[in-house]
């Protein structure tokens, strides 16, 4: 169809023919996933596969990875997957031993290890640390293993000194918890302590105190220390222990993007009043605000995108004098902010390409730009410990890494630190680095760059908006319209797709003389919230339109062809190369289409998709229906299109989107004579992967269907 024609109707209450496939662990949706597994796996592999795999792998698996760390204390932690390692190791080094070409670390927890001595499967899902008394060492840390690599998590205390879980210390069933530490025998907890504990969208809505020695059930006896009613995405209570600064903080996530968030006061809950779509963070005595539709006060208008600095104590007493430290432009985005000690980080994007800013407070917020961003790549800084207190450099505090990627280039991690002109923090006229960032480490290349080219383009969508895409293939490439192209995007809750290196894209798709290409489309956050709410809800088809002109203007570069372009995308993503298919089937000759939401009649009735309705619409309203059923594929096949070539993949334990609407599309399909591959892991969560074998097969597979679509070799 063309991008001014009328969507496919459907009716108001269209009859669902697999809703059996909704009974996730249910012995027939199983079999049924099982049966297609197996058809799948026949098609796909064979030698060349097999090959093609192992290299994916190769790179996922390689010992010359950058150990990426965080600083806790006087140790750099990390959480490594390799092929001895599959479930991976929670380890430690100190710096000195971090700079070295071969660090020697400490391992925390082996998860194979234990796995194999409890019997049970688990994955790892992060830790959360107690930040200790000054001068003290780190201790306690409560660790959080997924049984499934879904969100659901069980949590279990672990001695930082001792090196193990502590006995009889504190330990949560899974669940999809929420936690804070208060101090060394107190926790902040929201989690599932039965009926009326959860909201809609499966996220806890009740904090309460959790001391050590008592249990689950002794917690849901007690009243909230803070609660928000069920129809909210989420509520809860974290703890600042910064000195000087300690406070405890509750949010109330009305939805994706309104939220209201409290300060205890003498044991009230007080509301930082500013509008709910305002973002809200803290620091020290600062607290920073970034509207996300424009907002006026004090008699200033103030745009959408725009970062404000006021005193807390101040903003509390009744002032808005706010000051605006950063102010977007047409083309310019603020993606991000890190405080160290003295200093604010701003990560901007300017097209698409990354530019730094650094802020110091003390000389009234005077700006500088940190030269360290070549153009077409992302940069980020952000602090390594702001409240590093290392008596050996007072200036500690103010340190920062700096990670630099592109498409052709690897990441490299640097280390710097900021200060004024006289060397020391909060001192400046303007912020300067108070050394040169050193190269900490460089990953390698997994395939030659030196044959390729990162362009950026700008297609014209419907309505005449410029949409930016990158462009990534061999610096000799034919414009003749045959070059097997892939195009990426999402184009939702305001994710900006950002130049990055994949060394398993060099090798599935550049290599093999492919064209990867990477659209900007609106719903995203490349040029700031304006970007994203253009595209929400009954104006999603915004990011549909931009997606298609991209895919046109591809064509009419002749860069690919229709029949030679295949797209690929997960979750929103999903949704979005399912709206490729459906609404748009003659622009592609192949569609991969990931862990989805598909379905959109029901998609607020399956796993977390209640917490999305800000973004896409309630179907449960008329006349919000009316707009959310030209966007749903699963209610736009019809019998007399050819279709793409068509890859869904999902997983059994996604928690978060759910594998059923995957299922009941390519079921659909099926029913309907339309050619569909289907693929569902069993386990991994909404990356669909938990481990580095998981995830090489998941990329390979997507990537080699495509290939063979476009080659016409299926």
Same mark, same amino acid.
Request: glycine residues 8%; aromatic residues 10%; negative net charge.
């Given at each position: 169809?063309?991008?001014?024609?009328?969507?496919?109707?459907?009716?108001?209450?269209?009859?669902?023919?697999?809703?059996?496939?909704?009974?996730?662990?249910?012995?027939?949706?199983?079999?049924?996933?099982?049966?297609?597994?197996?058809?799948?796996?026949?098609?796909?592999?064979?030698?060349?596969?097999?090959?093609?795999?192992?290299?994916?792998?190769?790179?996922?698996?390689?010992?010359?990875?950058?150990?990426?760390?965080?600083?806790?204390?006087?140790?750099?932690?990390?959480?490594?997957?390799?092929?001895?390692?599959?479930?991976?190791?929670?380890?430690?080094?100190?710096?000195?031993?971090?700079?070295?070409?071969?660090?020697?670390?400490?391992?925390?927890?082996?998860?194979?290890?234990?796995?194999?001595?409890?019997?049970?499967?688990?994955?790892?899902?992060?830790?959360?640390?107690?930040?200790?008394?000054?001068?003290?060492?780190?201790?306690?840390?409560?660790?959080?293993?997924?049984?499934?690599?879904?969100?659901?998590?069980?949590?279990?205390?672990?001695?930082?000194?001792?090196?193990?879980?502590?006995?009889?210390?504190?330990?949560?069933?899974?669940?999809?918890?929420?936690?804070?530490?208060?101090?060394?025998?107190?926790?902040? +907890?929201?989690? !599932?302590?039965?009926? @009326?504990?959860? $909201?809609? *969208? /499966?996220? %806890?809505?009740?904090? &309460?105190?959790?001391?050590?020695?008592?249990?689950?059930?002794?917690?849901?006896?007690?009243?909230?220390?803070?609660? +928000?009613?069920? !129809?909210?995405?989420? @509520?809860?209570? $974290?703890? *600042? /222990?910064? %000195?000087?600064?300690? &406070?405890?903080?509750?949010?109330?996530?009305?939805?994706?993007?309104?939220?209201?968030?409290?300060?205890?006061?003498?044991?009230?809950?007080?509301?930082?009043?500013?509008?709910?779509?305002? *973002?809200?963070?803290?620091?020290?005595?600062?607290?920073?605000?970034?509207?996300?539709?424009?907002?006026?006060?004090?008699?200033?208008?103030?745009?959408?995108?725009?970062?404000?600095?006021?005193?807390?104590?101040?903003?509390?007493?009744?002032?808005?004098?706010?000051?605006?430290?950063?102010?977007?432009?047409?083309?310019?985005?603020?993606?991000?902010?890190?405080?160290?000690?003295?200093?604010?980080?701003?990560?901007?994007?300017?097209?698409?390409?990354?530019?730094?800013?650094?802020?110091?407070?003390?000389?009234?917020?005077?700006?500088?730009?940190?030269?360290?961003?070549?153009?077409?790549?992302?940069?980020?800084?952000?602090?390594?410990?702001?409240?590093?207190?290392?008596?050996?450099?007072?200036?500690?505090?103010?340190?920062?890494?700096?990670?630099?990627?592109?498409?052709?280039?690897?990441?490299?991690?640097?280390?710097?630190?900021?200060?004024?002109?006289?060397?020391?923090?909060?001192?400046?006229?303007?912020?300067?680095?108070?050394?040169?960032?050193?190269?900490?480490?460089?990953?390698?290349?997994?395939?030659?760059?030196?044959?390729?080219?990162?362009?950026?383009?700008?297609?014209?969508?419907?309505?005449?908006?410029?949409?930016?895409?990158?462009?990534?293939?061999?610096?000799?490439?034919?414009?003749?319209?045959?070059?097997?192209?892939?195009?990426?995007?999402?184009?939702?809750?305001?994710?900006?797709?950002?130049?990055?290196?994949?060394?398993?894209?060099?090798?599935?798709?550049?290599?093999?003389?492919?064209?990867?290409?990477?659209?900007?489309?609106?719903?995203?956050?490349?040029?700031?919230?304006?970007?994203?709410?253009?595209?929400?809800?009954?104006?999603?088809?915004?990011?549909?339109?931009?997606?298609?002109?991209?895919?046109?203007?591809?064509?009419?570069?002749?860069?690919?062809?229709?029949?030679?372009?295949?797209?690929?995308?997960?979750?929103?993503?999903?949704?979005?190369?399912?709206?490729?298919?459906?609404?748009?089937?003659?622009?592609?000759?192949?569609?991969?289409?990931?862990?989805?939401?598909?379905?959109?009649?029901?998609?607020?009735?399956?796993?977390?998709?209640?917490?999305?309705?800000?973004?896409?619409?309630?179907?449960?309203?008329?006349?919000?229906?009316?707009?959310?059923?030209?966007?749903?594929?699963?209610?736009?096949?019809?019998?007399?299109?050819?279709?793409?070539?068509?890859?869904?993949?999902?997983?059994?334990?996604?928690?978060?989107?759910?594998?059923?609407?995957?299922?009941?599309?390519?079921?659909?399909?099926?029913?309907?004579?339309?050619?569909?591959?289907?693929?569902?892991?069993?386990?991994?969560?909404?990356?669909?992967?938990?481990?580095?074998?998981?995830?090489?097969?998941?990329?390979?597979?997507?990537?080699?269907?495509?290939?063979?679509?476009?080659?016409?070799?299926?």
């Amino acid at each position: 169809m063309t991008d001014t024609a009328a969507p496919p109707t459907i009716s108001e209450q269209p009859a669902d023919e697999f809703l059996w496939l909704e009974d996730i662990h249910g012995d027939d949706a199983m079999a049924w996933v099982r049966e297609r597994n197996a058809r799948t796996d026949a098609a796909l592999v064979n030698p060349a596969y097999s090959a093609l795999e192992a290299s994916v792998l190769q790179v996922l698996d390689s010992a010359d990875r950058i150990p990426m760390v965080s600083k806790r204390g006087s140790w750099y932690y990390n959480f490594w997957r390799d092929e001895a390692n599959p479930r991976g190791l929670w380890r430690r080094t100190t710096w000195d031993s971090y700079l070295s070409s071969s660090p020697s670390w400490d391992v925390l927890l082996d998860v194979d290890a234990l796995c194999a001595s409890s019997g049970e499967d688990w994955f790892w899902a992060g830790a959360s640390f107690l930040r200790p008394a000054p001068g003290e060492d780190y201790r306690h840390a409560m660790v959080a293993l997924s049984p499934d690599g879904g969100d659901a998590v069980a949590y279990r205390e672990f001695d930082l000194a001792t090196l193990g879980f502590v006995a009889g210390g504190f330990e949560l069933p899974t669940a999809k918890t929420r936690l804070s530490w208060l101090d060394a025998d107190t926790l902040y +907890v929201g989690t !599932d302590t039965g009926a @009326g504990s959860m $909201t809609a *969208s /499966s996220y %806890p809505a009740a904090t &309460r105190v959790l001391r050590r020695g008592e249990s689950l059930a002794d917690l849901a006896e007690k009243e909230p220390l803070f609660s +928000v009613p069920l !129809d909210h995405i989420s @509520g809860g209570v $974290t703890h *600042s /222990s910064t %000195p000087g600064f300690e &406070r405890d903080v509750a949010y109330d996530a009305l939805d994706f993007f309104n939220s209201r968030t409290f300060l205890r006061v003498d044991g009230d809950w007080v509301h930082i009043d500013v509008p709910d779509d305002m *973002s809200v963070s803290l620091h020290h005595e600062w607290l920073l605000l970034r509207p996300r539709t424009d907002w006026t006060v004090a008699g200033t208008s103030h745009a959408a995108g725009t970062l404000l600095a006021i005193g807390l104590d101040a903003f509390m007493a009744g002032s808005r004098e706010v000051r605006t430290i950063f102010a977007p432009t047409a083309a310019q985005s603020l993606q991000s902010w890190s405080w160290t000690r003295d200093f604010l980080l701003l990560n901007l994007l300017a097209d698409v390409s990354s530019k730094i800013l650094v802020l110091d407070p003390a000389a009234d917020w005077a700006a500088s730009e940190l030269d360290a961003c070549p153009p077409l790549h992302s940069v980020d800084a952000y602090a390594v410990d702001d409240e590093d207190a290392d008596p050996e450099n007072p200036n500690a505090g103010n340190d920062y890494w700096l990670v630099a990627t592109g498409f052709l280039t690897p990441s490299t991690v640097y280390r710097g630190t900021l200060a004024g002109p006289g060397g020391t923090g909060g001192a400046s006229a303007a912020p300067v680095a108070g050394e040169v960032a050193a190269l900490v480490r460089e990953a390698p290349s997994f395939f030659n760059a030196e044959n390729y080219s990162v362009e950026q383009h700008f297609a014209v969508s419907a309505d005449g908006t410029r949409v930016p895409y990158f462009q990534v293939g061999p610096k000799d490439l034919v414009l003749d319209g045959g070059n097997p192209t892939l195009l990426s995007g999402y184009g939702g809750f305001e994710v900006s797709r950002t130049p990055a290196y994949s060394g398993a894209v060099g090798r599935s798709w550049l290599e093999r003389g492919g064209v990867f290409v990477v659209a900007n489309i609106r719903g995203g956050g490349e040029y700031g919230p304006s970007w994203h709410t253009a595209a929400l809800q009954e104006n999603r088809h915004r990011a549909y339109e931009d997606f298609a002109a991209v895919a046109r203007d591809l064509s009419a570069r002749k860069v690919a062809s229709p029949s030679r372009l295949g797209c690929a995308g997960g979750s929103n993503g999903g949704l979005l190369v399912g709206n490729m298919l459906t609404h748009y089937p003659e622009l592609f000759g192949a569609v991969s289409c990931g862990v989805p939401l598909l379905d959109m009649r029901r998609y607020t009735k399956l796993s977390a998709g209640a917490s999305w309705i800000a973004e896409y619409g309630d179907p449960d309203a008329p006349e919000q229906w009316e707009f959310i059923k030209t966007f749903s594929p699963y209610h736009l096949l019809r019998a007399d299109v050819e279709y793409p070539a068509t890859f869904i993949w999902t997983a059994t334990s996604d928690d978060r989107v759910g594998p059923v609407q995957a299922r009941k599309m390519a079921a659909r399909m099926e029913s309907m004579r339309i050619p569909v591959w289907f693929h569902e892991a069993l386990e991994g969560g909404h990356a669909g992967a938990g481990n580095n074998v998981q995830a090489a097969r998941l990329h390979s597979a997507s990537h080699e269907f495509l290939w063979r679509a476009l080659n016409g070799q299926l």
